[in-house]
């Protein structure tokens, strides 16, 4: 099974940027970040595979996705960040079946983000 692990969460005031990464073991076709606020359930912000990425609503336009398949690294790049973008962000992956939130069960430990006013 994949292995992955989070890095680059920190504090950052409102409007500025904060750039997160993911190391995985190894390839996999499907990989995701999602964020959790306390209390909430877990959110699908970015998916990507080889052919595509999507973003939510909630990030589309601020936030970019990019991987480096020679490493098996995924960056997740935040601009413009608010205060509702504080939460605990994951990355996920699966090795297939990726077309729902529920398709992901490979999970990081998670990297905090905290978005100051």
């Known amino acids: 099974q994949v292995q992955l692990a989070e890095s680059g969460g920190g504090s950052v005031p409102t409007g500025g940027s904060l750039t997160l990464s993911c190391q995985a073991s190894?390839?996999?076709?499907?990989m995701a970040w999602f964020r959790q606020i306390p209390g909430k359930e877990r959110e699908l912000l970015a998916d990507?595979?080889?052919?595509?990425?999507r973003y939510a609503d909630s990030v589309r336009g601020r936030f970019t996705v990019s991987r480096d398949n020679t490493v098996n690294t995924l960056s997740l790049q935040m601009n413009s960040l608010k205060i509702e973008d504080t939460a605990m962000y994951y990355c996920?992956?699966?090795?297939?079946?990726?077309?729902?939130?529920?398709?992901?069960?490979?999970w990081g430990q998670g990297t905090q983000v905290t978005v100051s006013a």
């Open positions: 990507t595979t080889a052919g595509r990425t």
């Open positions: 996920a992956a699966a090795g297939n079946f990726c077309d729902r939130p529920s398709s992901y069960q490979i």
């Open positions: 190894d390839y996999i076709w499907c």
